[in-house]
């Protein structure tokens, strides 16, 4: 199982998801054609504790784990 974080720069969040979550698709997102302006991807990442901590680390107002993949 492998672990990603999402940083949207635009809304100031950080979420952690499974690769195998629908908005995660393994780091690609939900959106076929991301422009790359309002976040990034970090990822993947092995171990849950340590995506946590990495979304932590990036100091976003609004970090929580996906409230839909419950990782």
């Known amino acids: 199982m492998s672990f990603f974080v999402y940083e949207n720069w635009t809304h100031k969040r950080a979420r952690v998801h499974r690769g195998e979550c629908a ?37 976003r107002a609004d970090t929580k ?3 839909v993949c419950g990782p």
């Open 23 to 59: 908005f995660c698709n393994q780091g690609r997102g939900a959106q076929a054609g991301d422009s790359g302006r309002n976040g990034r991807w970090h990822g993947p990442i092995a171990d849950r504790g340590v995506a946590v901590a990495l979304a932590s680390s990036l100091h």
């Open 65 to 67: 784990l996906c409230a």
